[in-house]
């Protein structure tokens, strides 16, 4: 079982410019590999595989002497990156490679030789840096991924592998049903609604002003390149402050069911309605289910995701009866039954008795959540 764990790096100025040296030198195989095989696809109709790629690098070290400053293993690592980024294209699972550009958010993967002994960790090329590990690191070190973003705080990602066999999944033991929507982000069958915090719309104001505040700085100064930096900085206050909030629910309720349902959602489909993209895509529906189905199956829970076109908000969960319409404004209403029903709760119950009957059906719980790749948003900006 694979997990990742991401912990801030504190680097003196020495080692924050060894590890740009190796950002720079690793973009640049990227980008020198990327457009190799551009040329061979257009010459010969093939592009080029990891294997012709990584057997042109040392010819391309020794033209370029300064490459040798990187660790040779973040190098090899790169092109294979580039390689998985033309597999995932291929596979239909991701957009075409891109050349990889020296503003924004940087990156090397260390496949090896990382150490870890308290608050610090071993980087080749750079040496022992001082780091905040703020939870237990178990199983394997596979790989190291160390980060700068926009703003300038550095990273490392840790992925670890871990040979305790996964816990088979049970489904005795209570069960949620969870209505997600805009109004209330989350509402569940037992009742309990999460109100939506609009991260983003609440920090607008601030976007705004730093916004416009850099718009005004020459190009290329100084005051630019920290207008620039106090922008990323206040983007990724937003997302933390988002992030924070779905691991705090995500946990909850993980923490007190053993089956849990959401409805899938088209949030892409929804986030092409432009006066509701931007609400949307803050309120992190996406993120929020990926959170709840890897914590489930981390702790051998059961996670449903019913098929969206099931009519959750117009059934009757009591009765079972299907109303012709339910109009968006109507908040309650009542079922010839005699039930009164609250919208948004009524559809949450309807999500955990779909759920059941597909896990009674033998349905093998959804876990992993298929292979959406995740766009994280990132602000970068010509400094
Ligand atoms: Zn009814």
């Known amino acids: ?25 690793a973009r640049f195989v990227w980008n020198h590999g990327l457009e190799a095989s551009q040329t061979a696809y257009r010459e010969t ?4 595989g990891y294997h012709a790629l990584s057997t042109a690098l040392p010819k391309l070290k020794q033209e370029m002497e300064w490459l040798k400053d ?4 973040v190098l090899q690592q790169s092109l294979q990156n580039l390689a998985a980024a033309y597999e995932g294209f291929f596979a239909k699972r991701a957009r075409y490679p891109r050349f990889k550009s020296k503003r924004g958010r940087q990156s090397i993967r260390y496949p090896q030789r990382v150490k870890l002994d308290g608050n610090r960790i071993y980087l080749p090329k750079v040496g022992w840096v001082r780091c905040v590990v703020h939870r237990e690191i178990v199983g394997r070190i596979k790989s190291v991924t160390v980060s700068r973003n926009p703003s300038g705080r550095f990273h490392a990602s ?55 505040k850099l718009s005004r700085k020459v ?13 990323a900085r206040a983007h990724e206050r937003v997302a933390d ?46 993120e929020f289910t990926r959170q709840l189905a890897y914590k489930a199956e981390r ?24 109303r012709d319409s339910l109009p968006l404004g109507v908040r309650r209403w009542e079922c010839s039954c ?46």
């Open 219 to 231: 190009k290329g100064s100084r005051g630019r390149a920290k207008a620039c930096r106090l922008l």
């Open 241 to 286: 402050a988002r992030k924070d909030y779905l691991h705090k629910l995500s946990r909850r309720i993980v923490n007190e069911n053993q089956v849990i349902v959401v409805e899938s959602l088209n949030v892409q489909g929804m986030a092409r309605n432009r006066s509701l993209a931007k609400a949307i895509s803050d309120v992190g529906w996406g």
């Open 70 to 73: 990187a660790d040779a293993q």
């Open 1 to 25: 079982m694979l997990s990742a764990i991401r912990i801030r790096l504190y680097p003196t100025g020495a080692q924050a410019a060894k590890l740009a040296v190796q950002f720079g030198c």
């Open 338 to 383: 005699g039930a009164v029903h609250d919208r948004d709760i009524n559809a949450a119950r309807n999500i955990r008795a779909e759920g059941l009957r597909l896990l009674a059906g033998g349905m093998p719980a959804s876990a992993g959540g298929g292979t959406v790749r995740r766009r994280t948003r990132e602000t970068a900006c010509a400094a």
């Open 45 to 48: 109709g093939k592009g080029l």
């Open 158 to 212: 840790i992925l670890t592998e871990d040979d305790r066999p996964m816990s088979a999944v049970s489904t005795d033991g209570k069960a949620i049903g969870i209505d997600l929507g805009l109004t209330d982000f989350a509402v569940t069958s037992d009742g309990s609604k999460f109100s939506n915090p609009r991260h983003l719309a609440r920090a607008e104001k601030n976007l705004k002003r730093k916004q416009r």
């Open 299 to 322: 702790e051998g829970k059961a996670f449903v995701r019913v098929d969206r076109w099931y009519p959750s908000s117009k059934a009757c969960s009591e009765c079972g009866a299907i």
